[in-house]
């Protein structure tokens, strides 16, 4: 197989990207360092996100604000999901089914791919590591056809 360049080669390269920025969006962060008071804030990504139900979109802001200790917001065990070697294997096996499943199919709408990469990033670590590459594997041989 030929390495793939131009418009192509841009592609996945826009993938990897987006893959590598939600799962650094999903890692757990330090406290934000002090900003200088002559700093101005950066703006805001153009980025237009998935599509998401009105209830996954509440529990994203109450995770959002119990993360920054809003007043009012609901604790941070609410959204959290158990973090135990049982739970980990199974929430792998989901992922790796999904896959396989998207596999078998052939192909991959935009609304389930938000959905498997919402699914990868609660992956620990490895685990996550290991999906993402079968996921880029399975498209880059184009037994899923679809969009990251």
Same mark, same amino acid.
């Given at each position: 197989?030929?390495?793939?360049? !131009?418009?192509? !080669?841009?592609?996945?390269? *826009?993938?990897?990207?987006?893959? @590598?920025?939600?799962?650094?969006?999903?890692? &757990?962060? *330090?406290?934000? &360092?002090?900003?200088?008071?002559?700093?101005?804030?950066a703006p805001? &990504?153009?980025?237009?996100?998935p599509q998401?139900?009105?209830?996954?979109?509440?529990? =994203?802001?109450?995770?959002?604000?119990?993360?920054? !200790? @809003?007043?009012?917001? @609901?604790?941070?065990?609410? !959204?959290?999901?158990?973090?135990?070697?049982?739970?980990?294997?199974?929430?792998?096996? @989901?992922?790796?089914?999904?896959?396989?499943?998207?596999?078998?199919?052939?192909?991959?709408?935009?609304?389930?791919?938000?959905?498997?990469?919402?699914?990868?990033?609660?992956?620990? &670590? *490895?685990?996550?590591?290991?999906?993402?590459?079968?996921?880029?594997?399975?498209?880059?041989?184009?037994? =899923?056809?679809?969009?990251?």
């Amino acid at each position: 197989m030929r390495p793939l360049g !131009g418009f192509w !080669g841009a592609v996945i390269a *826009a993938q990897c990207a987006a893959i @590598a920025f939600l799962v650094y969006q999903s890692l &757990p962060r *330090a406290a934000a &360092p002090a900003v200088a008071p002559f700093a101005a804030p950066a703006p805001a &990504p153009a980025v237009n996100p998935p599509q998401a139900d009105d209830q996954r979109l509440r529990q =994203i802001i109450r995770e959002e604000l119990a993360a920054f !200790g @809003a007043p009012g917001a @609901a604790p941070a065990a609410v !959204g959290a999901m158990p973090r135990g070697v049982e739970a980990d294997r199974t929430r792998r096996e @989901a992922v790796a089914d999904q896959i396989e499943r998207y596999r078998s199919a052939g192909r991959i709408s935009e609304a389930e791919m938000a959905r498997l990469q919402n699914d990868i990033a609660q992956l620990d &670590p *490895a685990s996550r590591r290991e999906m993402l590459g079968q996921l880029v594997r399975a498209m880059n041989a184009r037994e =899923i056809q679809g969009q990251l």
